[in-house]
Nanobody, 120 residues
Framework: VQLQASGGGLVQPGGSLRLSCAAS????????MSWYRQAPGKQRELVAY???????TYADFTKGRFTISRDNAKNTVYLQMNSLNLEDTAVFYC???????????????WGRGTLVTVSS
């Protein structure tokens, strides 16, 4: 199983980006999917979380600026980020709790990360 994140880049303060993360490989089911970020010199932190049923949880710092969503048919999770500021500069990572087969246990997989740079 692999997770491929994309959509990062350079954006000006106040701008928007949409990140995508697609899971591929032998997948029976995907439970929760999440986005984390790691800013330079800081620990990785949770940004947002979405269950298989679509319930969402956000970190306080998103303050209504970010929206997590998923397309179960495409095994893909998205993160729409609006009103970006300098403090949002970080590498964004996705993860997913995946069951590869009916009899398999759930394993959390991580993508490699996509860099978001907010700069004027």
């Amino acid at each position: 199983v692999q997770l491929q994140a994309s959509g990062g880049g350079l954006v000006q303060p106040g701008g928007s980006l949409r990140l995508s993360c697609a899971a591929s490989g032998p997948i029976y089911s995907i439970n929760a999917m999440s986005w984390y970020r790691q800013a330079p010199g800081k620990q990785r932190e949770l940004v947002a979380y979405i269950t298989s049923g679509g319930a969402t949880t956000y970190a306080d710092f998103t303050k209504g600026r970010f929206t997590i969503s998923r397309d179960n048919a495409k095994n893909t999770v998205y993160l729409q980020m609006n009103s970006l500021n300098l403090e949002d500069t970080a590498v964004f990572y996705c993860n997913a709790a995946i069951r590869r087969g009916f009899a398999d246990s759930v394993t959390v997989y991580w993508g490699r990360g996509t860099l978001v740079t907010v700069s004027s």
